[in-house]
């Protein structure tokens, strides 16, 4: 298994949609890649199996209320606190380690007083907004 960090070893590259991604059976240096983001709720595919994208999101303040209809969405703390407020549920509170997953069709808005590391996974083709027209564009890294 060899490890990744900032660059790419040739051998261990492929090409997806016009973008090199790393091979599964390879490391990804999470700390490396959260500070390759600059902007809050703007998601970033770091990887991908099974159909689905692991992605890694800077959360600060307030996302919109947004629900993913057909999937669920699973929420996982690198580091600090994110609140994810739901319709007639009560909140989850989670901190660095925790995980959470929010089931299909439930309207939900993450809320991150001071800025959180999150890590997504979600079906390739889910919109982070859960609408492909007010979805922000998500890029490997």
Same mark, same amino acid.
């Given at each position: ?15 997806s ?65 994110v ?5 007639n %549920? *009560?909140? /989850? ?5 925790? &995980?959470?997953?929010? +089931? $299909?069709?439930?309207?939900? %808005? *993450?809320? /991150? ?5 999150? &890590?997504?996974?979600? +079906? $390739? ?6 609408? /492909? ?9």
């Amino acid at each position: 298994m060899r490890h990744i960090e900032s660059g790419y070893i040739a051998s261990d590259i492929v090409r997806s949609k016009g973008v090199l991604v790393a091979m599964p059976g390879n490391v990804v240096e999470l700390r490396s890649k959260f500070k390759m983001i600059d902007k809050p709720w703007s998601p970033h595919i770091v990887a991908e199996f099974n159909g689905l994208h692991v992605k890694l999101a800077k959360a600060h303040g307030e996302f919109l209320w947004h629900t993913h209809e057909e999937t669920d969405e699973v929420f996982l703390v690198h580091r600090g606190s994110v609140e994810i407020q739901m319709r007639n %549920r *009560p909140s /989850a509170h989670l901190s660095a380690g925790d &995980l959470f997953v929010v +089931p $299909a069709g439930l309207e939900h %808005r *993450p809320v /991150a007083d001071a800025e959180c590391e999150i &890590l997504l996974i979600e +079906p $390739a083709e889910t919109p982070n907004t859960g609408d /492909a027209a007010t979805a922000t564009a998500e890029v490997w890294i």
